[in-house]
């Protein structure tokens, strides 16, 4: 349809003319009411969630058990594979001071095993008595986990009696 064909016919339903793709040959338009049509756009743009991932944080002492660590790790990975970003903390207390060096030695160890899914995005730095590092998730093609998510058990409760429920 012609623009002049088309202006009449918008002018004889009590519409307007509106240009939704002016850069397509050729233009796009759209016969709408001009309010109706800026109220729905207006609405689209509030209703878009921000992309901006998430900041998590896994905190770590430096005598952490074996079991713990690896709870923490898959926690780590599944923040990850989310696409948030981990900050990682390590917090000294007392006398665990005068041995940083196994601060940092743990701090190797995460990267180690969340590199898989994680590039660091900030480098472990010492401020008081905390280490601090920030991850960022690779891209969803490259990212592979090293320790298997735990599974889901249901429990089954029983009641004083000896029965279950």
């Known amino acids: 349809m012609k623009l002049?064909?088309?202006?009449r016919k918008a002018t004889s339903l009590?519409?307007?003319?509106v240009e939704v793709a002016p850069t397509a040959n050729p233009p796009v338009c759209k016969i709408v009411a001009l309010g109706k049509f800026r109220y729905d756009i207006s609405k689209q743009a509030k209703d878009k969630k921000p992309s901006g991932a998430k900041l998590k944080e896994i905190k770590f002492r430096v005598n952490i058990d074996d079991h713990d660590y690896l709870t923490k790790i898959r926690h780590g990975e599944e923040f990850l594979?989310?696409?948030?970003?981990v900050r990682v903390q390590l917090q000294f207390?007392?006398?665990?001071?005068?041995?940083?060096?196994f601060g940092m030695q743990l701090m190797e160890k995460v990267r180690e095993d969340l590199s898989g899914m994680s590039q660091v995005e900030m480098e472990p730095k010492i401020t008081g008595r905390n280490v601090t590092m920030t991850l960022s998730p690779l891209p969803a093609s490259r990212r592979k986990r090293r320790f298997a998510p735990l599974p889901k058990t249901t429990e089954t409760a029983v009641s004083p009696n000896g029965t279950q429920s």
């Open 81 to 85: 594979e989310r696409g948030n970003k």
């Open 4 to 7: 002049p064909d088309a202006l």
């Open 14 to 17: 009590g519409l307007d003319l």
């Open 93 to 101: 207390r007392g006398r665990e001071m005068a041995h940083q060096e």
